[in-house]
Nanobody
Framework: QVQLVESGGGLVQAGGSLRRACAAS????????MAWFRQAPGKEREFVAA????????FYADSVKGRFIIFRDTAKITVALQMNSLKPEDTAVYYC????????????????WGQGTQVTVSS
């Protein structure tokens, strides 16, 4: 497992932008994939975006494609989620996650999790 510490998030009006960051520590990180999930009140946790650390290949849920960008800083071992054109339905607790191997969109495939941070988009 790796340790993940999240930062960023908060409150923004619809149409605005926010950035989440997730700092990781651990060994052999090049073999990992990192992802963002979110959970809205009363709903299941859902996949948002992921990146394979070694290749930089990215993957997005259809609901955020074209609005969110996931990227990594290999020197700082940090992954960020840039969220643009935010909508009220993006309101949720956002979690950073990591797993050994390639990305997956099932949260059960990830064994390291950040603490989660609330993102609220007002209409």
């Amino acid at each position: 497992q790796v340790q993940l510490v999240e930062s960023g998030g908060g409150l923004v009006q619809a149409g605005g932008s926010l950035r989440r960051a997730c700092a990781a520590s651990g060994r052999a990180f090049s073999t990992y994939a990192m992802a963002w999930f979110r959970q809205a009140p009363g709903k299941e946790r859902e996949f948002v975006a992921a990146i394979n650390w070694s290749s930089g290949n990215t993957f997005y849920a259809d609901s955020v494609k074209g609005r969110f960008i996931i990227f990594r800083d290999t020197a700082k071992i940090t992954v960020a989620l840039q969220m643009n054109s935010l909508k009220p339905e993006d309101t949720a607790v956002y979690y950073c996650a990591a797993r050994r191997g390639l990305y997956g969109d099932n949260d059960r495939a990830y064994d390291s999790w950040g603490q989660g941070t609330q993102v609220t988009v007002s209409s």
